[in-house]
């Protein structure tokens, strides 16, 4: 599950409070929040019961360090994946990626995981042609590393993600934005179990 940048720090964890038994991670990307911001939620989160194994920090390595959480997401303004690597090794290292070029560069740099999409049409990016389970396909078969689906996935279609070749899938909105963050938790926790028979 990623932040959506839409709510505030405590209700972020309120949230998560209650949800994380149905999620592997929570990755916080809030770029309008200062360091401290970031801090003091990893704090709240902590205190709230929720494992700092299950958090993963946006762009900011030190952050990350810091505060002893599972992982780093890199951007485009980050650190290279190899530095991350060398000067932090207890981080796992995550990258956004768009191209089967960029995969397999940022693979073969050291990166933990891949995140990959949009998939499907999101009203996130109105504008932009969803990539297709096709892509992914293709781009999961030219890596090891785990790839995550992202973008306009509903518990309905993340079968069709998860037999495709991802090794799981990203949520915004569709769980922290939802009337119900639990029930619809649920839902995608459910979906994912089903997928994992079925592969």
């Avoid at 038994?21 to 809030?30: A, K, S, T, V």
Wanted: proline share 4%; glycine share 8%; charged share 20%.
């Amino acid at each position: 599950m990623i932040s959506t940048g839409q709510q505030t720090s405590d209700k972020l964890v309120s949230i998560v409070a209650e949800i994380h038994h149905y999620i592997d991670f929570l990755h916080l990307r809030e770029p309008k929040w200062t360091d401290q911001e970031l801090v003091q939620t990893i704090e709240k989160l902590s205190a709230s019961g929720v494992p700092k194994e299950k958090l993963i920090v946006n762009h900011r390595v030190d952050v990350a360090h810091q505060t002893g959480v599972h992982g780093v997401q890199l951007t485009y303004r980050s650190m290279e994946v190899a530095k991350v690597n060398s000067a932090f090794p207890e981080l796992k290292v995550g990258c956004s990626v768009h191209t089967a070029s960029e995969a397999t560069h940022l693979a073969g740099q050291g990166a933990d995981f891949l995140v990959y999409g949009h998939l499907f049409e999101t009203a996130s990016k109105p504008n932009l042609e969803p990539k297709g389970v096709g892509s992914l396909q293709h781009v999961a078969r030219q890596v090891s590393a785990p790839v995550i689906g992202i973008g306009g996935i509903n518990p309905g279609n993340v079968q069709e993600v998860m037999a495709h070749g991802a090794s799981g899938v990203a949520i915004l909105s569709g769980i922290l934005l939802a009337k119900d963050p639990q029930k619809a938790a649920q839902e995608y926790r459910y979906a994912l179990t089903k997928s994992e028979v079925v592969m």
